[in-house]
């Protein structure tokens, strides 16, 4: 039973430091201009203008499921001898 608990608290912890992290790279990427990368480039970039993902959202959400994923392997790995 303890080491559900534990699980449990670490999966809850690793989704909470996911999520703050990447609404905090979100916006320190937004603010730096990355968004206006396809300008610089010369791409259209009207198809993606509708869309809610930006190039900054993006990073943000991939950054997002490594640290949930890199924060599910320690509960699953067991206890370290």
């Given at each position: ?25 979100t ?38 499921v ?15 001898p």
């Open positions: 039973m303890p080491n559900t608990f534990v699980a449990i608290i670490l999966w809850l912890a690793g989704y909470y430091l996911a999520k703050f992290v990447s609404k905090l790279l916006s320190l990427l937004q603010r730096t201009g990355i968004n206006s990368v396809y300008d610089y480039l010369g791409w259209d970039r009207r198809p993606a203008a509708d869309s809610k993902f930006g190039l900054a959202s993006l990073l943000g959400q991939i950054t997002k490594i640290i949930i994923l890199f924060s599910q392997l320690k509960p699953f790995n067991g206890p370290t």
